[in-house]
């Protein structure tokens, strides 16, 4: 699976979006981005994910470049508990693949 | 949330002694996986399963074993627990192979 970069952390003022990015330059044309996002040290919750198209559900937004090398998930309305640890992910949508979590980005929502 | 539980949820061992943790789903879903997550790190897998007695090894395989007789169930087992195992341990399941993968609220163990 392609492997992403991720800004360490981000701060985001309440009420206001929260665009996080990553990067994954390396992603082949079967391969979906998924996002997760770690609340404290509860399991990992599943945001959202895409091919190829923008995707938006009820959590979040998710806008992938044409070229498919980056990503941004937008959270259009942050609150305190949003404060987490993003994670976007790569994977493959054949073989037994399971999910490769790099270090992710601590967003951090402000009052 | 997905029907995933885990137990125990919190335990401490002593080192040298045999640990199960046990990884039971009602969702009737194919693949199984066993992460762990240590401080400062993402998680890492340990080993999935695709089927009832079909199973293989993750990243981190090393000192743990695992069994799944029963669709619902996932079992992994350290034989002889030590101190490096302290950690943070998640289930996970997906319908299948493309899909999408849902996680329990996850294990403490602490190895003493």
């Known amino acids: 699976d392609a492997k992403t970069t991720q800004p360490p952390s981000m701060d985001c003022a309440e009420g206001r979006a929260a665009n996080l990015p990553c990067n994954h330059s390396t992603i082949s044309g079967n391969e979906y981005v998924y996002w997760y996002r770690q609340i404290h040290s509860q399991g990992p919750q599943y945001i959202i994910h895409?091919?190829?198209n923008n995707e938006t559900n009820e959590m979040a937004s998710l806008i992938i470049t044409e070229d498919r090398k980056s990503s941004t998930l937008i959270l259009p309305h942050a609150t305190l508990r949003d404060t987490a640890v993003y994670y976007c992910?790569?994977?493959?949508?054949?073989?037994?693949?399971?999910?490769?979590f790099g270090s992710g980005t601590r967003l951090q929502v402000q009052p | 949330d997905a029907g995933i539980t885990q137990s125990p949820r919190h335990k401490v061992t002593e080192t040298g002694t045999p640990v199960t943790l046990r990884c039971h789903q009602t969702e009737n879903h194919r693949y199984m996986y066993w992460y762990r997550q240590d401080p400062g790190h993402g998680l890492r897998l340990i080993h999935y399963?695709?089927?009832?007695?079909?199973?293989d090894k993750g990243e981190v395989s090393d000192g743990y074993s695992v069994s799944r007789s029963k669709t619902e169930d996932f079992l992994l087992t350290l034989e002889s627990a030590t101190s490096s195992q302290t950690s943070v341990y998640f289930c996970?399941?997906?319908?299948?192979?493309?899909?999408?993968?849902?996680f329990g609220e996850g294990s403490w163990l602490t190895v003493v």
């Open positions: 996970a399941i997906s319908e299948g192979q493309g899909n999408t993968i849902y």
């Open positions: 399963s695709y089927g009832v007695k079909d199973t």
């Open positions: 895409g091919l190829k």
């Open positions: 992910i790569v994977r493959g949508n054949t073989g037994r693949r399971a999910l490769t």
